[in-house]
Structures are given as C-alpha cells and as structure tokens.
C-alpha cells in the first residue's frame, strides 16, 4: 500500500498477493491445458487480454457509465466534497473525483487503478438516507479501498474469470463435439468447455473469498481513520436495513456492481447466492466495528 495514513494491513496485503499467485499458476495451466489439446485459441486470448487492459486503465470511467454517475464540482455539492478534502487530508492521501449517482438505491463505490487515477461514488439514495457522520464512515471505507489497491487487484483478478468465459463460448460455438483425431477421440470442445468451468469456478471462488476480507479491512481502515467506529455501523445498518425497501427491479440492475459496493444490493430470495456474496454478512462486520469501538475506548 502506499504511504497514507490508514491502517495498514498485513492480512489484506498477504491474501492479494496469495491469490495474484493461485490465479498465475491457473492460468498457466489453463493455458497450458489449450495448446496441449492443439486448440488455436491465441485470438481468444489476445482479445481477453485487450479485455483486461480496457477494464484497467478505464475502469473508473467504465463504472460512472453503467452507474449512471456523473462528477459533481464543489460548487455542485460542498458538503461531500468538504467531506473528502477532510479525509484525503486525514488520511494524507491525493483526491479523488467526486461523483454523485442518481439512484435511490443506498451506495457508495471507489474504484481506479491507483490513487491518481480513482473515483468516489455515492448514490442519492445514500445523501438522502445518512447523517453526516455516518456518510463520513462510509467514505472513508471507500477511500481505504484506493489507498489498499485492491481495487487494481480485483480488477486484475476478474481476468482469469473473463478469459475462461470467453473459452467456453468459443468451445460451445466452434469446437463441441469434435473428436481430437476423428476416431472417435474425445471432443476437443467438449475438453475446452469443461476446463473452462472448472477454471472459473476456481477463480471465482478466490475473488469472492478476497473480496469479502477486502470489505473488513476497508471497516477497519475506514473506522480507524475517522475514530466513530459506531458511526459507521450505525451506517451498514441503515443501509442495509433500507435496502429491503428498494424494489427488486432496482436492486437487479445494481447486482452486477457489487463487488465494488459498500454494501451489497441483493433483491429478495437470494439466500443462496449469499453463500458466495461479495462482501461477509452484515453481523461480522458489525461485530468487528464493536470490537475496535472497544479497543479505542480503552485506549
């Protein structure tokens, strides 16, 4: 990470660099699995890598598009921006730009591959809902996100995810039920598309287990920083209590986005899908804001 004031995390820094490495050696053998099948899948993979740098270096830009954001100067909105001068000057960290989505959905993101190049994100829905120093903890939890980097890494992780994606659909279009001789071999496509699964499966279990410790460590960055620990969780709850009240037609639409959101929209019946959520359940991170708001206490 670098040189900011937030709390620096070991755990976090540790997790990013096992699964950067986990991911390589997959997609290593990923790869290596295609050539020794005889699958000329260079075009794939060039375009997947194009994929990857346009989702890197343009990701702030891509995630204001399909939030429908649009960056607010501070004579638009004083108050947020007044809020993010206090704590990039807390956290002795460069600004972000300052957006504001016209969503009733609850929510804040951050998202850019360093701190020069970032983005802080809230949805009306959430100036509207939160008392300032609640809206503070949630910005601060955003801003961690940029100071840790894990949102360059996440964004480099997905990569696998894309790529095996876009192998299954050229097995399932190109080359399914062809042998590898034609004598009765087994499928080449068929060999592709079970790889792929399997790969994807893979990698979209280490993205998710990141992803939810990211979202502690940026609880406690953020509840460090601003030293209302209590502030923050009086914020998840509201929020996430408030979420059941959006309709679900909304909360779908936002789904695709929670990676990168302070707290996940989930549109009701997805009790399944919470076995593999992008952030841990709400109880866990009120139960560690109680914990440092017991440490600061005594100290």
């Given at each position: 990470?670098?040189?900011?004031?937030?709390?620096?995390?070991?755990?976090?820094?540790?997790?990013?660099?096992?699964t950067?490495?986990?991911?390589?050696?997959?997609?290593?053998?990923?790869?290596?699995v295609?050539?020794?099948?005889?699958?000329?899948?260079?075009?794939?993979?060039?375009?997947?890598?194009?994929?990857?740098?346009?989702q890197?270096?343009?990701?702030?830009?891509?995630?204001?598009?399909?939030m429908?954001?649009?960056?607010?100067?501070?004579?638009?909105?004083p108050?947020?921006?007044?809020?993010?001068?206090?704590?990039c000057?807390?956290?002795?960290?460069p600004?972000?730009?300052?957006?504001?989505?016209?969503?009733?959905?609850?929510?804040?993101?951050?998202?850019?591959?360093?701190?020069?190049?970032?983005?802080?994100?809230?949805?009306?829905?959430?100036?509207?809902?939160?008392?300032p120093?609640?809206?503070?903890?949630?910005?601060?939890?955003?801003?961690?996100?940029v100071a840790?980097?894990d949102v360059?890494?996440?964004t480099i992780?997905?990569?696998?995810?894309?790529?095996?994606?876009?192998?299954?659909?050229?097995a399932?279009?190109?080359?399914?039920?062809?042998?590898?001789?034609?004598n009765?071999?087994?499928p080449?496509?068929?060999?592709?598309?079970?790889?792929?699964?399997?790969v994807?499966?893979?990698?979209?279990?280490?993205?998710?287990a990141?992803?939810?410790?990211r979202?502690?460590?940026a609880?406690?960055?953020?509840?460090?920083?601003?030293?209302?620990?209590?502030?923050l969780?009086s914020?998840l709850?509201?929020?996430?209590?408030?979420?059941?009240?959006?309709?679900?037609?909304?909360?779908r639409?936002?789904e695709p986005?929670?990676a990168f959101?302070?707290?996940?929209?989930?549109?009701k019946?997805?009790?399944?899908?919470n076995?593999?959520?992008?952030?841990p359940?709400?109880?866990?991170?009120?139960?560690?804001?109680?914990?440092?708001?017991?440490q600061?206490?005594?100290?």
């Open positions: 990470m670098s040189s900011t004031r937030f709390a620096p995390d070991r755990g976090l820094t540790s997790r990013m660099v096992v950067m490495f986990l991911l390589g050696l997959l997609y290593v053998a990923f790869v290596g295609l050539i020794a099948v005889g699958v000329q899948a260079l075009v794939v993979l060039v375009f997947a890598g194009g994929l990857l740098l346009v890197y270096f343009l990701s702030d830009r891509i995630a204001l598009f399909a429908h954001g649009r960056e607010v100067s501070p004579q638009e909105a108050e947020l921006h007044g809020m993010v001068d206090r704590l000057a807390m956290a002795d960290m600004k972000p730009r300052v957006a504001i989505a016209d969503s009733d959905v609850p929510n804040a993101f951050a998202t850019g591959r360093n701190q020069k190049n970032s983005v802080l994100c809230v949805t009306t829905g959430i100036l509207r809902r939160l008392e120093q609640e809206l503070e903890g949630v910005l601060a939890h955003e801003l961690s996100h840790h980097r360059a890494v996440m992780a997905s990569f696998l995810g894309i790529v095996a994606g876009l192998m299954t659909r050229f399932l279009y190109t080359g399914l039920g062809r042998s590898r001789d034609n009765g071999g087994l080449i496509g068929l060999i592709i598309m079970l790889v792929s699964i399997v994807y499966a893979i990698s979209f279990l280490l993205t998710r990141l992803s939810r410790y979202e502690l460590a609880d406690r960055a953020g509840a460090l920083l601003t030293q209302r620990p209590s502030a969780a914020a709850t509201k929020v996430t209590g408030d979420m059941a009240r959006i309709p679900s037609r909304d909360l639409e936002a986005f929670n959101y302070f707290a996940p929209a989930l549109a019946g997805t009790s399944i899908a076995l593999f959520s992008t952030h359940p709400l109880e866990r991170r009120l139960e560690q804001l109680a914990r440092i708001s017991a600061l206490g005594r100290g």
